[in-house]
């Protein structure tokens, strides 16, 4: 184990799981495993499917090799199963890389069905869809058990129903998952209202009593998310599409938080807490210095549904995850408050900090004061997701 931080539980709060091939057709009811997400061959490639409709190519969504290497740049893309390190889909051994880096748990999110659960809009079948989001809930349960209480899974909703939303977040609840997942733009799949409609109060009351965060992964919506993003000029190669694509994502999160506060959701949920994931965290304080600006420029009585500046409700419910940065790493916890800001690695996607996570981190924190690198590391997040250290 490494020796950064060795008195710290650190908890990594963005993590993927490459889901096995056969997460939903091994839990599938009589009639079910040839229409829930399974594997095809495509041109010759495997590929996911559910009932005649194509996912994409069953990549092994990680950049880290067989032998533990880490691949830079875009070569990961063709690898299969055969090619990746088994800590990206099998529990096991994802315990034991975790301790091989310092890390003492870790909030899993998606692939397959997108950040934020967004490819399962077109299914057509209502009953199929549905239990595409359950299979996947059911699967995280058992994975957070199996894990002896160090992987914690963040639920999916079924976005496309409301009333399903509410339902599943109160079952995942009960099955111990400790937050839900959520796509950032219903309205752009289906005949919905966007998250700002007083519709969706009944999901964000339930996930006020239950205490489940809400989480808007970067890339969790077709709106923001393909596998380039559509920043990069046409002109560019590969390598620097990923790099361009990726780091362009991060401040989509951006326009997310802007909606968020706007719409009066955090006013009117004053105990819900939301989580910005893979966002990074040197935006936001200019971010929410303008949001308080243009508050100040509107027309007289327009804003006065908010209680609150627009800054104050992210000191309230709002929480950011950052991994890479370095610069001025300090200032930015001052002004957005150290007690709202979690620590990720993004194992084991492109951005990652695999391998020296920890000694990564630590050079950007360096000169924050020991008690403020605790909460960063590992109390927020141990309160947020009622994680024992």
């Not at 091994?26 to 996912?55: C, F, K, M, N, T």
């Not at 420029?297 to 908010?306: K, P, Q, R």
């Not at 408050?337 to 695999?354: K, S």
Request: hydrophobic share 40%; glycine share 6%; proline share 7%.
């Amino acid at each position: 184990m490494t020796t950064a931080f060795a008195d710290v539980n650190v908890i990594d709060t963005d993590t993927h799981l490459t889901e096995p091939h056969d997460l939903w057709t091994s839990r599938a009811p009589a009639g079910y495993a040839d229409r829930v997400p399974h594997i095809v061959e495509v041109d010759g490639q495997e590929s996911w499917a559910i009932d005649d409709q194509i996912l994409g190519r069953a990549m092994a969504s990680s950049v880290i090799d067989r032998q533990g290497n880490r691949c830079r740049g875009s070569a990961f893309i063709g690898w299969t199963f055969d090619d990746t390190h088994p800590a990206a889909y099998d529990v096991p051994t994802r315990l034991s890389v975790m301790d091989e880096v310092g890390i003492y748990a870790q909030v899993v999110y998606p692939n397959v069905a997108g950040f934020g659960g967004q490819k399962f809009a077109d299914v057509r079948d209502p009953v199929l869809k549905l239990m595409c989001v359950q299979i996947y809930n059911d699967a995280m349960a058992e994975m957070q058990d199996a894990s002896g209480g160090r992987m914690y899974p963040m639920a999916l909703l079924p976005w496309w129903d409301i009333d399903a939303c509410v339902a599943e977040a109160s079952r995942t609840a009960a099955m111990g998952l400790r937050g839900v997942n959520m796509t950032s733009d219903p309205q752009a799949s289906c005949p919905l209202p966007d998250l700002g409609d007083r519709t969706w109060d009944r999901v964000w009351d339930v996930c006020e009593d239950l205490a489940m965060p809400v989480h808007f992964h970067i890339g969790a919506s077709p709106t923001t998310m393909s596998w380039y993003g559509t920043s990069p000029w046409p002109s560019m190669g590969d390598d620097q599409k990923l790099a361009i694509g990726s780091a362009m994502m991060y401040i989509t999160n951006a326009r997310v938080l802007a909606n968020l506060i706007y719409s009066g959701m955090l006013e009117r949920h004053p105990r819900l807490n939301v989580v910005s994931v893979e966002s990074g965290i040197g935006w936001i304080p200019f971010v929410l210095e303008a949001l308080d600006h243009q508050a100040d420029e509107t027309a007289a009585g327009t804003m006065d549904y908010l209680s609150m500046r627009p800054s104050e409700y992210f000191r309230r419910q709002i929480y950011a995850c950052y991994w890479f940065e370095k610069i001025d790493v300090a200032h930015t916890f001052d002004l957005l408050g150290p007690e709202h800001i979690l620590f990720e690695t993004d194992f084991p996607h492109p951005t990652c900090l695999y391998p020296d996570s920890l000694e990564y981190a630590a050079r950007g924190l360096a000169g924050v004061p020991p008690e403020i690198q605790r909460m960063v590391l590992q109390d927020n997040a141990a309160a947020l997701y009622r994680i024992p250290v």
